[in-house]
């Protein structure tokens, strides 16, 4: 059971407490964002279910203004207003010993809030360490039962309560709190001497309608066709990113390259290029902090801006960067409600919400059968190391298989692909209809042409 020790009206009161608090003792403007979250989990070790965490995460953060210095500091302990004083002049102590910050223009002013649907469900917080064992065992089962020379490695299931709330001398006050119910696998299979990389599957939602069932199947079927893996040749080829390797290439580029910050400090290949052809006139792209359901939908950001849906990219063309409070007042703009927090310990940064690609209308039987010689890539190594400020990345496609005359042939062993991100969404020629929410991006399957393709 996940019982919140905090009600809305008292986590907000002690945000206000601590605006009041650091005004009084001198600051020019003050923010408190304070937070509650918990969690528990059934962990998945060498193909046994191992142990159960329960995680209790409370406290507050708090910036104080001081002649456009920034100062902040944070407390757990909630219970007493003493403590919270003392963060305060913690937080009063590093803004004076700060050098000012010239671009500083102050926090939000209040907005009304959107309504956001489907973010939380009573169900989750009903779940029991027992409730996610049983989660656990389904996933399990059904790996073994789909095939025999599957073997799980590691996964689990958790279920999250998390309340927020926000508050500046500004007037801004909000509370919002939602829940987060998940299960993953990862597995390999071995026949003949041959391991395959790990597959891994995984389902994650708002409200309490997971498929544990689909997640253990899934990742068993990915690892036993990983198997009779061969090389390929070095060549560019057409290449199908599923979801998980669209994600992880797009969150080190693309998703950093339309953060404001990044454009203002020249770190973006996408700056100044407002209103100009970035990508395939199939591609539209929405960050949508008020998706029904999304991972990263909230009624206000983590500065209490209202979260929206920003038009980023419209049939190829560039519309929006993405913008916390601080870069858009640089720039005379509004903020976008992309200011992002994990919690309480840090200070905000800009992040997307739900990173939404407008899927296609093709099946992803058709996207494949359409295909003369290509690649599926179902995840990615190394796209950590790629550049936004270039584009360019260098990652290891694995698990993946090679497609050949409209059928997937056999699984691909040590294959890397090179290019430039921003090259590949000019060469996007087909959009999958199988949308799926996996982190921060909401997205199909996607077609990519000419991907350089470097064999071992």
């Known amino acids: 059971m996940l019982v919140a020790a905090l009600k809305e009206e008292e986590l907000v009161s002690l945000a206000e407490f601590a605006v009041k608090s650091a005004l009084k003792r001198g600051a020019d403007e003050a923010e408190t964002f304070a937070y509650e979250g918990l969690t528990t989990t059934v962990a998945i070790e060498r193909g046994q279910i191992a142990k159960s965490s329960r995680i209790i995460d409370r406290g507050l953060g708090i910036r104080t203004i001081v002649n456009k210095t920034v100062g902040f500091s944070y407390t757990n302990i ?27 223009q102050g926090f939000p002013t209040r907005k009304s809030f959107a309504q956001v649907k489907n973010t939380f469900d009573e169900a989750i917080c009903e779940l029991s360490p027992e409730d996610l ?3 656990a065992s389904l996933m399990l089962e059904a790996c073994e039962k789909t095939d025999k020379r599957v073997f799980p490695v590691e996964g689990g299931a958790g279920a999250s309560y998390l309340a927020r709330a926000i508050a500046n001398s500004n007037g801004v006050a909000g509370f919002d709190r939602g829940t987060v119910v ?11 001497g041959e391991i395959t990389p790990i597959c891994f599957e995984f389902d994650a939602e708002r409200l309490y309608r997971i498929d544990p069932e689909w997640v253990g199947a899934e990742a068993a079927r990915q690892a036993a066709s990983a198997l009779k893996s061969k090389r390929v040749e070095t060549k560019s080829m057409k290449v199908v990113f599923a979801h998980f390797a669209l994600q992880q290439l797009l969150y080190c580029t693309l998703m950093d390259a339309v953060k404001a910050d990044y454009v203002q400090r020249n770190q973006s290949a996408l700056q100044g290029k407002i209103g100009e052809k970035v990508a395939s006139e199939i591609v539209t792209i929405y960050d949508d902090g008020l998706l029904d359901g999304g991972l990263r939908t909230w009624k ?10 920003t038009t980023v990219i419209e049939r190829g063309m560039l519309r929006s960067y993405l913008y916390d409070n601080y870069a858009a007042k640089k720039e005379g703009k509004e903020s976008t409600g992309n200011a992002f927090r994990a919690g309480y310990l840090s200070t905000p940064r800009i992040e997307a919400t739900n990173f939404h690609i407008v899927p296609g209308k093709k099946s992803p039987e058709e996207l494949i059968g359409e295909i003369e010689e290509g690649l599926i890539v179902y995840s990615v190594q190394g796209a950590h190391s790629s550049n936004p400020a270039s584009g360019e990345f260098s990652v290891v496609a694995t698990p993946a298989w090679k497609i050949e005359k409209g059928k997937i042939a056999h699984a691909v062993k040590g294959a890397m692909l090179a290019g430039n991100i921003f090259d590949a ?6 959009l999958a209809n199988n949308e799926r929410k996996v982190g921060q991006l909401v997205a199909p399957w996607v077609l990519v042409e000419n991907v350089k393709v470097i064999g071992k």
């Open 300 to 309: 206000f950001d983590g500065e209490g801006v209202p979260q929206q849906k």
């Open 425 to 430: 969404l000019k060469n996007l020629t087909a």
């Open 182 to 192: 998940e299960c993953s696998l990862a597995a390999i299979a071995q026949e003949s």
């Open 133 to 135: 064992v049983k989660t």
């Open 78 to 104: 909630l219970t007493g207003k003493k403590v919270i004083e003392e963060t305060v002049l913690k937080a009063l102590k590093a803004a004076k010993a700060s050098k000012p910050d010239k671009d500083w």
